[in-house]
C-alpha cells in the first residue's frame, strides 16, 4: 500500500484520524484557532464561512449540503437570526454528522429571557440537544480578544474606553483557551462530553476599568477608561455611526452584565482540559508585543 493510499485508508476507517470537522465561522475570533488547532493535531478541518475556504452562507441553503458532505463532526457558530438553525441542524445529521460543539455564551439563558438578546445561539442550544447525536454546548464569557480584534478594539487604539458597566467583574477568557476547548471536544474519543454545557472563563474577574489599566500597562501608553450612562453610550455609538438597533443591542449586553448575569469565574477549562485558564495579563502582554494597541 502506498502511503497515500494508506492515509486514506486509515482516514476511512473510523479511529483518530475519521471524518472532516465542519468548522463554521472560521474566520472569526474562535473559528479561526479551531481550524488551526485540528490541524495542527493533524485532523481535516473544513473552515466555512461566506468568506472561507468552503463557502457556507446561513442566508443561502444550496451552500449547506457541498460544506456537509463528508462532516462527522460540526463547530456550530450560529447567526443572530435564529430562523434557519433547526434546518441545518437536521440537515446536517441527515449527511452522517454524529457530534456537535455549539457555541452559546454565559448566561444565556437570562440573557434571551430578561435582556432579549441571544436569540441565534439558544437555538442552536435547542437544535443540537434535539439532534439525536451526541452534542456539547460551551458557554464562554467575554472573550479577551475583544479588546484587539473586535469591538473595544478601535476605541482603545485612539486612548479612551468608554462604556455603561460600573464595578462588575467579568471573568474575561482568552479565545485560545475557547478554541483549544472546542477542538478537544469535537475530536475526543469517548462520550464523556456528550450532553454536557461548559461554562468557560478566565481565572478571576476584572472590572472593564481594571482590564483597560492592565492593557494601558502592557502597551506603555495612556488609555483612559470613562464610566457612561446607558443614555451617553447610546448617544456615542449613534453619533460613531452604528446603527440604532446595534446600539440598543449593545445596551442590551451591558444591561445584562451590570445585573450580574455573567460575572463569577467558571471551571468549565480545567474540566475539559485539566489546567487552569490563562490570565488576562498574559493576553495583554501577547496583544501588546504584537503592536495590538499602538495608537
Ligand atoms: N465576543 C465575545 O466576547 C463572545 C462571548 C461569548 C459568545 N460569543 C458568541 O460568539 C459568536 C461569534 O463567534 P466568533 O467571535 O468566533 O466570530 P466572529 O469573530 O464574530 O466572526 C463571525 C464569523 O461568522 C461568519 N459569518 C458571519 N455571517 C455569516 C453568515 N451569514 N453565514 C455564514 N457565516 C457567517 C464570519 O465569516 P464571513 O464574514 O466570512 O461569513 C466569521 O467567520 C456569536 O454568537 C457571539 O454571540 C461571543
Do not use: C
Not at 90 to 108: H, I, K, N
Amino acid at each position: 500500500m502506498t502511503e497515500q493510499s494508506s492515509e486514506t485508508s486509515r482516514e476511512q476507517s473510523g479511529g483518530k484520524a475519521a471524518g472532516d470537522v465542519l468548522v463554521l465561522g472560521a474566520t472569526g475570533k474562535t473559528g479561526r484557532r479551531v481550524v488551526r488547532r485540528l490541524r495542527g493535531a493533524g485532523r481535516r478541518a473544513r473552515a466555512a464561512s461566506r468568506s472561507g475556504e468552503t463557502r457556507f452562507d446561513w442566508g443561502d441553503r444550496a451552500t449547506w449540503p457541498a460544506a456537509l458532505a463528508g462532516a462527522r463532526a460540526v463547530y456550530l457558530v450560529a447567526p443572530d437570526d435564529p430562523a434557519p438553525v433547526g434546518d441545518f441542524v437536521q440537515e446536517a445529521v441527515a449527511a452522517g454528522v454524529t457530534r456537535f460543539v455549539a457555541l452559546s455564551g454565559r448566561g444565556l439563558d437570562r440573557a434571551v429571557e430578561e435582556f432579549g438578546f441571544g436569540h441565534g445561539m439558544a437555538a442552536a442550544e435547542r437544535a443540537v440537544r434535539a439532534s439525536g447525536v451526541e452534542w456539547t454546548v460551551i458557554r464562554p464569557n467575554n472573550f479577551d480578544q475583544n479588546f484587539d480584534e473586535d469591538l473595544w478594539h478601535a476605541p482603545l487604539r485612539a486612548g479612551r474606553l468608554a462604556l455603561p458597566i460600573g464595578d462588575v467583574p467579568e471573568p474575561f477568557v482568552d479565545v485560545e483557551d475557547v478554541a483549544e476547548v472546542a477542538a478537544a471536544l469535537l475530536t475526543e474519543d469517548g462520550t464523556r462530553h456528550a450532553g454536557q454545557v461548559y461554562d468557560l472563563s478566565g481565572p478571576r474577574g476584572l472590572t472593564f476599568r481594571a482590564a483597560t489599566e492592565t492593557i494601558a500597562r502592557a502597551a506603555g501608553r495612556a488609555i483612559a477608561y470613562a464610566e457612561l450612562t446607558p443614555e451617553e453610550y447610546r448617544a456615542e455609538l449613534l453619533a460613531q455611526g452604528v446603527p440604532a438597533e446595534a446600539a440598543d443591542a449593545l445596551n442590551a449586553l451591558f444591561a445584562a452584565h451590570r445585573a450580574g448575569v455573567t460575572v463569577g469565574p467558571a471551571d468549565g477549562v480545567r474540566r475539559v482540559l485539566g489546567r487552569e485558564p490563562a490570565a488576562f495579563e498574559a493576553y495583554a502582554a501577547r496583544a501588546a508585543a504584537a503592536g495590538a494597541w499602538l495608537p
